[in-house]
T-cell receptor, first 110, second 113 residues
């Protein structure tokens, strides 16, 4: 079951904040976050393994709510370089493969 | 030093042809993957492979076959190419076990005409 990402797209001005959500109908064991810039490969941002875990990566952080079966990615004081499509991936415990969300396109304007 | 390298970067070919895409990783990772990304940017797992097990996504046509000569290489061979095979194909690798991110190659844009 593919995780659901929301919103599908968001447009921000430089310096504004954004939140991207990733929800699953199944129990979550781990959540990956990746960013893909146009014409490039996805790049690993972070992974969250435990319920309630929070991680940070410069001004990008994420949380993992096991009960809600949801993870959120927070981008604060967004920079032009944050533009791209953000993907979450959840682990299929039957084969340990990642199941990817459809992506959230983030556009940062000066 | 390229961590995961794919060749070629672009591939234009006619319907019905057979083609291969090569992938090599120098990270010492145990597991390698092939993904297909369509025009809507959806990432679809095709295969995952470590030195013990090949996991095939059952929706992948058997015209697609992975070939791994050793732990550092996982090539993708495609027979009888169809128009619908046009997409970007990404190779990726990761260490074994939970808690490890994937490293992707730069992708191969396949166009079937």
């Amino acid at each position: 079951q593919q995780p659901v990402q929301s919103p599908q797209a968001v447009i921000l001005r430089e310096g504004e904040d954004a939140v991207i959500n990733c929800s699953s109908s199944k129990a979550l064991y781990s959540v990956h976050w990746y960013r893909q810039k146009h014409g490039e490969a996805p790049v690993f941002l972070m992974i969250l393994l435990k319920g309630g875990e929070q991680k940070g990566h410069e001004k990008i952080s994420a949380s993992f709510n096991e009960k809600k079966q949801q993870s959120s990615l927070y981008l604060t004081a967004s920079q032009l370089s944050y533009s791209g499509t953000y993907f979450c991936g959840t682990e299929d415990r039957s084969n340990y493969q990642l199941i990817w969300g459809a992506g959230t396109k983030l556009i940062i304007k000066p | 030093d390229t961590a995961v390298s794919q060749t070629p970067k672009y591939l234009v070919t006619q319907m019905g042809n057979d083609k291969s895409i090569k992938c090599e990783q120098n990270l010492g990772h145990d597991t390698m993957y092939w993904y297909k990304q369509d025009s809507k940017k959806f990432l679809k797992i095709m295969f995952s492979y470590n030195n013990k097990e090949l996991i095939i996504n059952e929706t992948v046509p058997n015209r697609f076959s992975p070939k791994s000569p050793d732990k550092a290489h996982l090539n993708l061979h495609i027979n009888s190419l169809e128009l619908g095979d046009s997409a970007v194909y990404f190779c990726a690798s990761s260490p074994l076990g939970q808690g490890n991110g994937y490293t992707f190659g730069s992708g191969t844009r396949l166009t079937v005409v």
